[in-house]
């Protein structure tokens, strides 16, 4: 079982729509969780990070992270074309010098 | 304020070769993480250097190795080239043992490699 599972779609969704991006873990020891936006051949990009449970917003995106159930997710609201990438989720511990496990991506196409 | 550095952007390489990568971490951080990301995938753990140390290290063979230098850039080398060696090489900077208040792991742009 990998430490941090992610679907990776694709995901197509209609401009304007709520997306809805999630990703499990079995690592309780996580308490960082990050969610990282990369277009095609570019380096991943920090968009989200919280720390163990709760909500944090940002605009159109808000990050949620329910540490009972090891699930984690990402909200975008009123979608874009521009919103047309591939999300990681990564979660680190301070357990092992916060090494930063990445789920597999999720793929999402924004359909104008 | 410089971002994550690397070079080179692509590079194709034979089987058989060795090859170099090098990363120049983001200005005030210390700590230089190596990933892998294969095509659909996401990134893997390679290593982790700081204070000129490897500190921790995924699944990989020991034909990877790297360095870090006083001035904390840092260099992959792959020896032993595989054509399962193809991917985008990730480096990422951080600050050693302060997570948290938004200090995290960014990015540099990539290496692409390709081994025919």
């Known amino acids: 079982q990998k430490e941090v599972e992610q679907d990776p779609g694709p995901l197509s969704v209609p401009e304007g729509a709520i997306v809805s991006l999630n990703c499990t873990y079995s690592?309780?020891?996580?308490?960082?969780f990050m969610w990282y936006r990369q277009y095609s051949r570019k380096g991943p990009e920090l968009l989200m990070y919280t720390y163990s449970s709760g909500n944090k917003e940002d605009g159109r995106f808000t990050a949620q992270v329910d540490k009972s159930s090891k699930y984690i997710s990402l909200f975008i609201r009123d979608s874009q074309p521009s919103d047309s990438a591939t999300y990681l989720c990564?979660?680190?511990?301070?357990?092992?010098?916060?090494?930063?496990?990445f789920g597999a991506g999720t793929r999402l196409f924004v359909k104008a | 304020d410089a971002g994550v550095t690397q070079s080179p952007t692509h590079l194709i390489k034979t089987r058989g070769q060795q090859v170099t990568l090098r990363c120049s971490p983001k200005?005030?951080?210390?700590?230089v993480s190596w990933y892998q990301q294969a095509l659909g995938q996401g990134p893997q753990f390679i290593f982790q250097?700081?204070?000129?140390?490897?500190?921790q290290r995924g699944n990989f063979p020991d034909r990877f190795s790297g360095h870090q230098f006083p001035n904390y850039s840092s260099e992959l080398n792959v020896n032993a080239l595989l054509l399962g060696d193809s991917a985008l090489y990730l480096c990422a900077s951080s600050l050693w043992g302060s997570f948290g208040s938004g200090n995290t792991i960014y990015f540099g742009e990539g290496s692409w490699l390709t081994v025919v």
């Open positions: 250097y700081y204070e000129e140390e490897e500190r």
């Open positions: 990564a979660m680190s511990a301070l357990a092992g010098g916060f090494k930063t496990i």
């Open positions: 690592n309780s020891a996580f308490q960082y």
């Open positions: 200005s005030g951080h210390d700590t």
